[in-house]
């Protein structure tokens, strides 16, 4: 079943008194199935984090549409956009975006709250997920007196506790060491065996190696595409640097 469908987006920016335009996006199409796991890579300024603005609803296309289970997100209301943010899409930062002044489990409750959900529920909701993500023993900790991998379990449990249709992540590694990374990979591939929807946009081969579909943005098109098939992620590190290689020296792309 496709949860996801990108149709002939584009995206200029008019610069102030229309004296400039710069095309961020264009004509980029493809489709996401629900349970994929799928990366988006490309160089600084391709698009990319255009592209993922246009999949949360917090940028609207100048051309195209986006479609969440056949509902047109251009479409929807900005009075609705919030409530519809928060029940079917869940987000995780670079940057983590918690709240210092909310201990871990307040900030994981956050958009149980904001949807009027009551204590119990939220708690029961808690439970399995904080256990999952490994940090039951800090969720009454802040968010400056634990580490950064526990801060983004925290955000992704936050991400994942109103069962979102499509999880997406900007640069969830970014401000991350590599255990840590390491750590957080692995956790996506859980909640991808365990049915979860991702898109995750990022720099670093080693976390997109971990998908099961990787594409690549240049100059704000669709440049190429890789899937995994049977290949273990050592492979798939291979396939994406080759990639990202004729990405850099401009050569041709082809399909894997």
């Known amino acids: 079943m496709t949860i996801l469908e990108v149709e002939n987006l584009g995206k200029i920016y008019t610069g102030r008194f229309g004296a400039s335009q710069v095309k961020a996006l264009s004509n980029v199409s493809f489709s996401v199935e629900q349970g994929e796991y799928v990366a988006i890579m490309g160089e600084s300024g391709s ?42 899409l869940g987000f995780v930062f ?35 997920i904080a256990q999952k993500m490994g940090i039951t023993d800090v969720l009454n900790k802040y968010p400056y007196e634990v580490s950064g991998g526990q801060k983004q379990r925290a955000a992704v449990a936050r991400a994942v506790i109103t069962g979102p249709k499509l999880l997406l992540a900007d640069e969830p590694t970014g401000a991350l060491d590599s255990k840590s990374s390491d750590g957080l990979m692995d956790l996506f591939a859980q909640l991808n065996r365990e049915g979860q929807t991702i898109l995750m946009v990022t720099h670093s081969t080693k976390a997109a190696s971990h ?20 290949a273990a992620n050592e492979q798939m590190y291979q396939k994406i640097a080759d990639t990202l290689t004729l990405l850099a020296t401009g050569g041709e792309s082809h399909e894997q």
Do not use: C, W
């Not at 592209?51 to 047109?72: C, H, I, Q, S, Y």
């Open 211 to 230: 998908a099961g579909r990787v594409i690549f943005i240049k100059d704000g098109e669709l440049f190429h595409q890789i899937y995994r098939g049977e």
């Open 47 to 88: 698009g990319k984090t255009t592209l993922l603005n246009m999949l949360a609803a917090f940028d609207k296309p100048t051309g195209g549409r986006v479609l969440l289970e056949g509902r047109d997100l251009t479409g929807i209301q900005e009075n609705e956009l919030a409530a519809f943010r928060r029940d079917s």
């Open 94 to 128: 670079q940057d983590f975006n918690l709240l210092d002044t909310f201990n871990l489990r307040d900030n994981i409750f956050l958009p149980l709250v904001l949807a009027g959900k009551n204590y119990v529920e939220m708690s029961q909701r808690l439970q399995p």
